[in-house]
C-alpha cells in the first residue's frame, strides 16, 4: 500500500506549482488516499470538506510546511469528524499547522524518518516571539477535543515559538501521541521514490513575495525553513504588522536567479509614514525534506 502511494505522489507532485495546497484523492486496490500537498491557505478547509465527502474511509496524506492555523485546525476537525487516518511518509515535512492536522488521524502513521514539527502560535513582542495565548488556546481546545491526553497538549503547546519540536517515536510515546509505524522494504530495489516537488528558487521566492504583499504572514513563515520560523523577518505576527500597515502593499518588480540557490529581487512599498522604499534583496534557497525553501534574506538597501 505505502510503495503504490509513493509512486503516485512521486509522478504528481511534479505539477504542483500553484500557491494554496494541492488536495487530490487516488485509490488503489484496498485503500483510499486523500493527498493535501503544499501550504495550508483559508479555503482550503472547503475544498479538503468536498473531497472527503467522496469517500466513506481513507488515510489523508500530508506534505505541508504548514500555513493558516485555522485551516489546519479546521481540516483535522473534518478529518476526526469523518473517522480518518493521517499519514506522513519518510522523508516529507509536516510542519506547524500541518502536524496539528496530523494529529487528528485514527490511526496517525508516520515513520522515524516523517518530519513531522511543532511550535507554538506567537506574537512579536518588543522585538521577540513570544507565545500567543490566544493561538495556544485554540490550539488546546482542538487537542481536547482530539482526545490527546495532558501531557500530549502541554508538549504540543509548549513546544518553542523560536524553531521547531521534532517529533520522533520515543517522544510519542513518552507523551501519549500514539501512532503506527510507516514500514517499507529494507531492500533498495523495493524502497519507494521520496514524494518530492522540483527545486524552484524562483518560484517559492516569488510565492514569499506574494504573501508578504497580502501581509499574510502564516502562509510567508510557511516557505521558511522550519528552524527559522518565529524569528526576526519570519516571525508571522511582524510581518503582519509591517506590511499591513502600508500605505501602497509591497509590489515585486523583479526576480532574477543569481546562483543556483541566490535569487535577487527588486521590490517597492510606501509605509504607513508614506517613507518610498525601492529596496533589493539576495535570498538564499536550501532544499529541504523535498521542498525549496528560504534560508536567509539579505536586504541591500536598508528596506
Known amino acids: 500500500m505505502w510503495k503504490r502511494l509513493a509512486l503516485i505522489l512521486g509522478a504528481a507532485s511534479i505539477s504542483s506549482l500553484v500557491h ?38 481513507a488515510i489523508v496524506v500530508l506534505n505541508s510546511e504548514g500555513g493558516s492555523l485555522e485551516t489546519g ?11 480518518f487516518a493521517t499519514a506522513v511518509l519518510p522523508d516529507n515535512l509536516c510542519a506547524s499547522a500541518c502536524a496539528l492536522t496530523w494529529l487528528a488521524g485514527s490511526p496517525r502513521f508516520f515513520s522515524e524518518k516523517s518530519r513531522v514539527g511543532f511550535h507554538a502560535s506567537y506574537r512579536l513582542v518588543d522585538g521577540k516571539a513570544s507565545e500567543s495565548g490566544v493561538g495556544n488556546a485554540l ?4 487537542l481536547n477535543q ?30 501519549g501521541i500514539g501512532f503506527q509505524p510507516i514500514n517499507f522494504p529494507e531492500t533498495s530495489s ?27 504572514g502564516e502562509k510567508a ?8 520560523r518565529g524569528k526576526g523577518p519570519f516571525n508571522e505576527q511582524a510581518i503582519r504588522s509591517f506590511f499591513g500597515a502600508m500605505s501602497s502593499p509591497l ?5 532574477k536567479l543569481e546562483s543556483q540557490n541566490l535569487v535577487g529581487v527588486t521590490y517597492n512599498y510606501v509605509t504607513s509614514a508614506m517613507r518610498v522604499c525601492r529596496g533589493r534583496a539576495q535570498i538564499t534557497t536550501t532544499y529541504e525534506y523535498g521542498k525549496t ?7 541591500l538597501d536598508g528596506c
Open 221 to 228: 513563515s510557511a516557505l521558511v525553513v522550519p528552524e527559522k
Open 73 to 83: 485546525l479546521d481540516i483535522g476537525k473534518a478529518i476526526r469528524l469523518r473517522g
Open 146 to 175: 482530539l482526545g490527546l491526553s495532558e501531557q500530549a497538549v502541554v508538549y504540543v503547546t509548549s513546544a518553542p515559538p523560536q524553531g521547531m519540536e521534532w517529533l520522533n517515536g520515543q517522544k510519542a510515546l513518552q507523551v
Open 293 to 299: 525553501l528560504i534560508a536567509q534574506i539579505k536586504a
Open 20 to 57: 494554496a495546497a494541492e488536495i487530490s484523492r487516488t485509490t488503489d486496490s484496498s485503500s483510499d488516499f486523500i493527498i493535501v500537498s503544499g501550504v495550508l491557505n483559508p479555503g482550503d478547509e472547503a475544498t479538503f470538506r468536498k473531497i472527503a465527502a467522496t469517500s466513506e474511509t
Open 251 to 255: 509590489r515585486l518588480d523583479s526576480t
Open 139 to 142: 490550539v488546546g481546545a482542538y
Open 190 to 216: 523495493s524502497a519507494p521514490p521520496v514524494s518530492n516537488e522540483p527545486y524552484e528558487p524562483l518560484r517559492v521566492v516569488t510565492m514569499f513575495y506574494s504573501a508578504l504583499s497580502e501581509a499574510d
